[in-house]
C-alpha cells in the first residue's frame, strides 16, 4: 500500500509485543515474540497454517493469556490474564454466528455485550461491508461470502482504535476483496492501526504498509 513520503518516515508504535511465550500443551506456539507494529499503519503477518500468526492475533486482542513477556496497546500494558482491551475491533476466525438473528441483530447482541450499543455505527458497518442492515434474512440463510463480510462488520461496529483482522479476504470474491482493501484504506487515514494475519503474500502487497513472517512461533520484519 503506498503511503507516500510521511508513510516511509519512521512511525510511532500502536503495538508492541515484548519476548511474548506461549505453550499450549506442551506445544510452544509463541517462541519469544517481539515486535513493534506502527500506529496509523496496516501491518501484516504472513505465514504458514500453525506458524503461530492467529495465536499472536488472539494475544494481542486479550483473547488468550500468556506465559511470558508483555503487550503493550497505544502504551498500555495488556493484562497477562487475558483481559480484553478496550478500543479494539476484531476478526479472528472462527466467528459463532447466531443462525436465527439478521445481521443487525447480530451486531446489536455483541455490541450489547461490550456495553457500547449504537445503532448508527452497526448499520454503518454494515453498509460499508455491502451489507443492508434491515435485510430481513436469517444468518442461516447467508452465503459464506456474506457471513465473511459480517464478521468484518463486527470488527468495524464500534470505530476502533486497533483492528485485528484474521484472514479477512477468505470466501470473499473479487468485488468483496476490492471493497475490503477500500475500508483498510479508509481506517489507516482515520487513524487506525490496523494488523492483518493472512498466508497470502500477495494479498498483503497490495494492502500493508508493513509485512512481518512468521515461522515456528517467532517473527521477523520483512
Known amino acids: 500500500m503506498d503511503t507516500g513520503v510521511e508513510g516511509r518516515k519512521a512511525s510511532r508504535v500502536g503495538v508492541r509485543v515484548s519476548a511474548v511465550s506461549k505453550t499450549i500443551k506442551g506445544n510452544r506456539v509463541l517462541d519469544g515474540v517481539s515486535a513493534s507494529f506502527p500506529l496509523a499503519r496496516v501491518s501484516g503477518i504472513r505465514g504458514h497454517n500453525g506458524s503461530g500468526k492467529t495465536m499472536l492475533l488472539r494475544a494481542i486482542a486479550g483473547l488468550i493469556s500468556i506465559d511470558e513477556g508483555s503487550i503493550e496497546v497505544f502504551g498500555e500494558k495488556l493484562d497477562a490474564r ?112 490496523i494488523i492483518v494475519v493472512s498466508h497470502d503474500r500477495e494479498e498483503l502487497d497490495r494492502i500493508a504498509d508493513v509485512q512481518f513472517i512468521m515461522g515456528d512461533g517467532r517473527i521477523r520484519e520483512v
Do not use: C, Y
Open 82 to 193: 487475558g483481559d480484553f482491551p478496550v478500543g479494539i475491533g476484531f476478526m479472528v476466525e472462527p466467528l459463532e454466528l447466531w443462525d436465527e438473528f439478521t445481521g443487525l441483530e447480530m451486531l446489536t447482541l455483541l455490541s450489547s455485550l461490550r456495553g457500547r450499543p449504537r445503532e448508527n455505527h452497526l448499520r454503518s458497518a454494515l453498509t460499508r461491508m455491502g451489507l443492508d442492515p434491515d435485510d430481513l434474512r436469517r444468518i442461516k440463510s447467508f452465503s459464506l461470502g456474506m457471513k465473511q463480510r459480517l464478521n468484518l462488520a463486527q470488527g468495524l461496529m464500534d470505530a476502533p482504535r486497533l483492528l485485528l483482522l484474521d484472514e479477512p479476504t477468505n470466501a470473499l470474491d473479487e468485488d468483496g476483496q476490492e471493497a475490503i482493501r477500500q475500508v483498510l484504506i479508509e481506517e489507516r487515514d482515520r487513524g487506525t492501526t
